[in-house]
């Protein structure tokens, strides 16, 4: 069997510092994408759509996992990647407010993963699970986000405006301009990680 280990260079993207904004080049790369909306009033801890695209997309991704692991011609073993978010704020844009925010949750996939791995994942877990509406929005695209600033951001999700906030100076003081749509990388479970303790890379697209 082969075990699969991702280019040091996708690696290099998901260990940023914390200290410092760096500027990377994101190739592209397969996602699995879910899009949504924070309800009027939510936020990600309480929000049963965004719990329910998490819970899919993780369910999507292990099955593709062990698919793969268990293929009869080319067994390929890895570890299934970190959970992903792309933000639009609403007209408030207040980070520590997520009411009506829209988003769009995705995992990356390995490059031999193929629709058709895709697809019958998908009628896999509707028959253990049934007809689950984050399920049937799941979709499987690549997705380039080219030019970009990041950053670890140590600490409760409440703080990550005074993190971006020290992205947006950097990028001006640069010479950098904002584009698309900002992204967050959740390397910890808030489920079982205090506040203080969570590590999140905040990224945005540059030009």
Known sequence: MTTLSFTKEITELYAPSARRVDIVNV????????????????????????????????????????????????????????????????????????????WTLMMVQPSHITDEMFESAIDSLKRKRGEIPALTLARFEHFHEGLAMQIMHVSSPGLVSMTFERMKDFAKDEGHKLRGLFHEIYLSDPRHTKPEKQRTILRHPIK
Do not use: C
């Open 27 to 102: 190739p592209e790369m397969k996602f699995v994408m879910i899009d949504g909306q924070i309800e009027i009033g939510g936020e990600t801890s309480t929000s049963e759509a965004f719990q329910d695209t998490l819970n899919v997309l993780n369910g999507i991704s292990f099955t593709l996992k062990f698919m793969s692991k268990l293929d009869r011609k080319n067994p390929v073993d890895y570890n299934t990647m970190p959970l992903e978010g792309l933000w639009q704020p609403s007209s408030k844009k207040d980070f520590k407010n997520r009411s009506d925010w829209k």
